[in-house]
């Protein structure tokens, strides 16, 4: 039993792409002063309408843990974008044909790629204060992305994403 259990976790483990993060933020920034935010009204994520409610939900869940509210006179407000894009190709085999005689040569040379490409997401969050300096914080994730995946996996993942997100939010001095 704990075998299986040990390898169930290590498969697991190995199974879950890296959700990579970049965080940027202003400088002097007092993050105390913010506590409620909203959505700007013409929020473009560029995930369908299901995921991006997925997405919605998983980020004001996490907001809501990290003691901040959504209200309709925010503090600050969220921008979300997202793109797709397929990451290339870098596994071949090559496979090499050649000859020669006397004075002259030849060769051929072509690379098979192995394996299927992966598509990844990158999704950034914006933190703007429309009424004092602007965009304060800026978090950039980029992860592995299949199109065809079940929407319990889509909302694991988005959990996860928003989770990561809001790790380091707001950046310790």
Same mark, same amino acid.
């Given at each position: &039993?704990?075998?299986?259990?040990?390898?169930?976790?290590?498969?697991?483990?190995? @199974?879950?792409?890296? !959700?990579?993060?970049?965080?940027?933020?202003?400088?002097?920034?007092?993050?105390?002063?913010?506590?409620?935010?909203?959505?700007?009204?013409? #929020?473009?994520?560029?995930?369908?309408? #299901?995921?991006?409610?997925?997405?919605?939900?998983?980020?004001?869940?996490?907001?809501? $843990?990290?003691?901040?509210?959504? /209200?309709?006179?925010?503090?600050?407000?969220?921008?979300?974008?997202?793109?797709?894009?397929?990451? %290339?190709?870098?596994?071949?085999?090559?496979?090499? #044909?050649?000859?020669?005689?006397?004075? &002259?040569?030849?060769?051929?040379?072509?690379?098979?790629?192995?394996?299927?490409?992966? !598509?990844?997401?990158?999704?950034?969050?914006?933190? %703007?204060?429309?009424?004092?300096?602007?965009?304060?914080?800026? $978090? *950039?994730?980029?992860? @592995?992305?299949?199109?065809?995946? /079940?929407?319990?996996?889509?909302?694991?993942?988005?959990?996860? !994403? *928003?989770?990561? !997100? #809001?790790?380091?939010?707001?950046?310790?001095?």
């Amino acid at each position: &039993m704990r075998i299986l259990t040990s390898l169930l976790l290590v498969v697991l483990f190995v @199974s879950c792409a890296p !959700i990579r993060v970049n965080y940027d933020f202003e400088r002097g920034t007092d993050f105390s002063k913010y506590k409620t935010y909203s959505y700007y009204g013409d #929020l473009k994520t560029g995930l369908s309408e #299901l995921d991006t409610k997925r997405f919605l939900d998983a980020f004001d869940a996490n907001m809501a $843990a990290k003691g901040f509210s959504f /209200s309709e006179t925010p503090d600050f407000l969220v921008d979300i974008k997202s793109s797709e894009y397929q990451q %290339v190709q870098r596994n071949t085999v090559g496979v090499g #044909l050649g000859g020669g005689g006397r004075n &002259m040569g030849g060769g051929i040379s072509i690379g098979l790629p192995l394996g299927q490409s992966n !598509i990844n997401r990158q999704i950034i969050v914006d933190f %703007v204060d429309e009424n004092g300096t602007g965009l304060f914080w800026q $978090a *950039a994730t980029e992860t @592995s992305f299949n199109p065809n995946a /079940s929407p319990e996996r889509r909302e694991q993942l988005f959990n996860a !994403i *928003a989770e990561k !997100i #809001l790790a380091k939010y707001p950046p310790k001095r």
